[in-house]
């Protein structure tokens, strides 16, 4: 981001609709307080899904015939082929900024060292003598990843996506990423050099719901292109269209979540700087329109420092139309409270994809918090360096889901299989309970199955 400290950008400078919620002196329930919380109105959710359906019927219809439609629709892109050929990945690598790749190569590098320590280890737990129950973690045989195309490019997606599935040992991988007319129908050419980095070469120029059906459902080969096989899970952040999309499918394959537009919110006391309470708001407010960006904060001087850095930087920041919009939707403002108590309650109840903390003793206040997608804590760990470079994964829960689900992680990709190894004198010790069990669920055929493996031997 680009920021000035000429004093001019201060006078010049158009004043931001940076709403205000006073929750000072209130006493809000759960309910109460996730009702108040700003939050992006989604009056075409409805609207949404009835288009995502008939996307999904068409590409499982009628294929490639279906997705060629649809890239000339969403894309703008004349289309006779999805798959990416090898020569594009290897060209895009080989093109690929020195600058651009190193810092890739050190997210990559920081991104898999935290993955590989994620994997839990199987256990194996012995009941009694010759009774053992084991837990095995196994992969997924095939997953899906999509990468978002949009208002920018996201190379930083394909590692957030393949990193964890490599670490997880799934043996075949699948990326979407939407074509572009820029780029002669393929996806950005840093994606597919971010793919080839991470040694991925099955990579398809589809876009949106499409790219998510065709992952669910699989596509059968047409006019000389290979079929899309279906996958286990599809994983990856998009649009309201994609996390419809997941959201339909989920039940036919797994998915991470309904990852939509991102969010931050920074809880800050009158210990915080302004100027970087209002760079983090922005940097997540340049990703989109209806990005949000929150503050909770005790401070109402707090407050109205950051409102004068936010229209200082908005001003001098590249996509500064984008972030003024952002900023000045419902889904957006800065929510007063009474105490640090109140803000963690709040910040508990919004469940932020992202969640700062700018406070005094800042990690104590951290260890508070229960929900969250990824918590930063500190004035030097923002949200930018969860996005690219700390190791962490940046597809996490929207919306509010981060009270009851995870980011992106190896567990995703993983299958927790129980394995259930008794001896007969260890199933002789409990037939008795099984059959004891089964006449009080009235289901006499499951004690029978226990009671004929010592009759027979009698």
Same mark, same amino acid.
Request: proline share 5%; glycine share 8%.
């Given at each position: 981001?680009?920021?000035?400290?000429?004093?001019?950008?201060?006078?010049?400078?158009?004043?931001?609709?940076?709403?205000?919620?006073?929750?000072?002196?209130?006493?809000?329930?759960?309910?109460?307080?996730?009702?108040?919380?700003?939050?992006?109105?989604?009056?075409?959710?409805?609207?949404?899904?009835?288009?995502?359906?008939?996307?999904?019927?068409?590409?499982?219809?009628?294929?490639?015939? !279906? *997705?060629?439609?649809?890239? +000339? @629709?969403?894309? &703008?892109?004349?289309?006779?082929? /999805?798959?990416?050929? #090898? =020569? $594009? %990945?290897?060209?895009?690598?080989?093109?690929?900024?020195?600058?651009?790749?190193?810092?890739?190569?050190?997210?990559?590098?920081?991104?898999?060292?935290?993955?590989?320590?994620?994997?839990?280890a199987n256990v194996d737990v012995e009941l009694a003598d010759g009774a053992v129950v084991s837990q095995n973690w196994i992969p997924v045989g095939r997953v899906g990843l999509y990468v978002p195309g949009g208002l920018a490019v996201y190379p930083s997606s394909?590692?957030?996506?393949?990193?964890?599935?490599?670490?997880?040992?799934?043996?075949?991988? !699948? *990326?979407?990423?939407?074509? +572009? @007319?820029?780029? &002669?129908?393929?996806?950005?050419? /840093?994606?597919?050099? #971010? =793919? $080839? %980095?991470?040694?991925?070469?099955?990579?398809?120029?589809?876009?949106?719901?499409?790219?998510?059906?065709?992952?669910?459902?699989?596509?059968?080969?047409?006019?000389?292109?290979?079929?899309?096989e279906p996958v286990d899970v599809v994983t990856g952040p998009g649009n309201i269209f994609v996390a419809t999309a997941k959201r339909l499918v989920k039940g036919v394959v797994g998915i991470d979540s309904e990852a939509g537009t991102t969010e931050i919110a920074?809880?800050?006391?009158?210990?915080?700087?302004?100027?970087?309470?209002?760079?983090?708001?922005?940097?997540?407010?340049?990703?989109?329109?209806?990005?949000?960006?929150?503050?909770?904060?005790?401070?109402?001087?707090? =407050?109205?420092?950051?409102?004068?850095?936010?229209?200082?930087?908005?001003?001098?920041?590249?996509?500064?139309?984008?972030?003024?919009?952002?900023?000045?939707?419902?889904?957006?403002?800065?929510?007063?409270?009474?105490?640090?108590?109140?803000?963690?309650?709040?910040?508990?109840?919004?469940?932020?994809?992202?969640?700062?903390?700018?406070?005094?003793?800042?990690?104590?206040?951290?260890?508070?918090?229960?929900?969250?997608?990824?918590?930063?804590?500190?004035?030097?760990?923002?949200?930018?360096?969860?996005?690219?470079?700390?190791?962490?994964?940046?597809?996490?829960?929207?919306?509010?889901?981060?009270?009851?689900?995870?980011?992106?992680?190896?567990?995703?990709?993983?299958?927790?299989?129980?394995?259930?190894?008794?001896?007969?004198?260890?199933?002789?010790?409990?037939?008795?309970?099984?059959?004891?069990?089964?006449?009080?669920?009235?289901?006499?055929?499951?004690?029978?199955?226990?009671?004929?493996?010592?009759a027979s031997e009698g």
């Open positions: 981001m680009t920021t000035s400290s000429d004093n001019s950008a201060i006078t010049t400078a158009q004043p931001l609709d940076f709403r205000s919620l006073d929750l000072r002196g209130r006493r809000l329930t759960l309910a109460e307080l996730r009702a108040a919380v700003p939050r992006a109105q989604h009056h075409t959710m409805a609207d949404a899904e009835s288009k995502v359906l008939d996307i999904i019927t068409a590409v499982r219809s009628r294929g490639f015939a !279906a *997705l060629g439609e649809l890239a +000339q @629709k969403f894309d &703008g892109v004349e289309q006779s082929h /999805t798959r990416v050929p #090898a =020569a $594009a %990945l290897a060209g895009a690598l080989a093109e690929l900024d020195p600058a651009v790749r190193s810092a890739l190569e050190e997210s990559i590098s920081r991104a898999r060292r935290f993955a590989e320590g994620q994997r839990p394909v590692i957030m996506n393949v990193v964890p599935a490599l670490a997880a040992g799934v043996e075949s991988i !699948a *990326l979407a990423s939407p074509p +572009q @007319k820029d780029f &002669g129908g393929l996806p950005h050419p /840093t994606i597919l050099a #971010a =793919a $080839a %980095l991470l040694g991925i070469d099955e990579v398809y120029a589809i876009g949106g719901a499409q790219a998510i059906a065709s992952f669910a459902y699989g596509v059968p080969g047409a006019d000389g292109e290979e079929p899309i920074i809880l800050a006391d009158a210990t915080a700087r302004p100027e970087l309470v209002a760079a983090d708001l922005i940097s997540q407010a340049e990703h989109d329109p209806k990005a949000a960006s929150v503050l909770v904060t005790d401070s109402a001087e707090l =407050a109205d420092a950051v409102a004068v850095e936010l229209a200082r930087q908005t001003a001098t920041t590249k996509h500064s139309d984008r972030v003024r919009e952002a900023l000045s939707g419902p889904q957006s403002g800065v929510i007063l409270v009474d105490d640090l108590e109140q803000g963690i309650a709040v910040c508990n109840a919004y469940a932020a994809e992202h969640l700062e903390i700018m406070t005094a003793d800042a990690p104590a206040v951290a260890a508070r918090i229960r929900n969250a997608g990824a918590i930063f804590v500190g004035d030097y760990s923002p949200v930018s360096l969860g996005d690219y470079c700390a190791g962490s994964n940046h597809v996490l829960p929207t919306s509010g889901t981060a009270a009851f689900s995870s980011g992106l992680n190896v567990t995703t990709f993983l299958r927790a299989v129980q394995v259930i190894n008794y001896s007969r004198a260890a199933l002789e010790q409990v037939s008795s309970h099984i059959v004891s069990l089964s006449g009080a669920e009235d289901l006499p055929g499951h004690g029978d199955a226990v009671k004929i493996r010592f």
